[in-house]
């Protein structure tokens, strides 16, 4: 009888422990409008944004290209269309890499069959493989 009882008996409640993250994320919400961030001088009032696109063929670079170069914003761009494409995933990335190169910016690739583009005064910290 004993065998069936911790084999069906009721299971002890483990105790979670709190991650001191968890908790500094949810009471942060809380305490709404307590913290003042101190101001940093913006030297200019342009925005720039994170865009994401789908890449469905080299037709579609050239609007890529306008994005990072000439508006300034970072763009994640998802190449999984084409994967089964090695040439045309070869020649959009030539393509994206000497405009973007070209005009000082950066460009480098995250997981999952996607490629990050940012324009010349941000960097991307890459890990060297050594």
Known sequence: MSFLKKLFGRKERVKEEKSPINELLFEAGEHEGEYELPEVPIESEEVIYVKPYKVRGIEDVDTVIKEVVEENNIVI?????LSRDKDAVRRVIERLRGAVATKGGDMGRIPSERVIL???FIRIWKRSTG
């Open 77 to 81: 761009l998802d190449l999984s269309l």
């Open 118 to 120: 940012t324009p010349r």
